[in-house]
C-alpha cells in the first residue's frame, strides 16, 4: 500500500525523484542522462519489468556507469557533447595510459550493473527471453558513431602532423 504524504505526494514518487536526481549533471550531459533513463525505464516497463524503488536504483547505476564511461571517452579522446573536438590536443600519453586503465575499469563497472539489473528482472520474473542488450540497443544507438568519428579526428589529425613535419 503506497502511504500519502501530507503534501500529496506519495512516497514511492518521493524516492523515484530522489534516485533519478541528476541535479550533479549540468548541460547537455543533463538532458542526455534524463533521457537515458526515461528511455531504460520506458523500455524495461514494455518489456514486462514492474517498476520499483529496486529497479529505479539498478536502472540508475546502469545508466550512470554509463555516462561515466562516455565522460571518459570524451576526454580519451578530445571530444565532449559540448564541444567540438581539439583541433591539435597536446600529446599526453602518461595520461592517456591512465585514462585507458580507468575507462577499462568504468566499462567493467557498467558491464557488472548491467548484469545486476538482469539477475533483478531474472529473480522478479520478468520474461526470460528479454535480453537487457535488447533494452539496452535503443538506447546505446544514440550513442552510435561518436567512437568512429572519434577515432577518424584522431587519424586525421595525426596525418595532419605528420605532413605538417615532413614540410618542416
Known sequence: MINTLENGMDENKQYKDLVFDRSGYTGAA?????????????????????????????ACAVNSALMVVKHIEGMLFGVRP????????????DRDIALIETMGKAAERWRIAVKDLENYLVKT????QIALADVMKPILKRAEGVLEDALAFEAARQKKRKNSDKDE
Do not use: F, Q, T
Not at 543533463?30 to 524503488?53: F, H, M, N, Q, T
Not at 559540448?82 to 600519453?93: H, L, S
Open 30 to 58: 543533463r538532458a542526455e542522462v534524463e533521457a537515458y533513463d526515461r528511455a531504460l525505464i520506458r523500455e524495461l516497463k514494455r518489456c514486462g519489468a514492474k517498476e520499483s524503488p529496486v529497479l529505479w536504483n539498478y
Open 82 to 93: 559540448e564541444k567540438k573536438p581539439d583541433v591539435n590536443p597536446e600529446p599526453k600519453k
Open 125 to 128: 520474473g520478468a520474461p526470460a
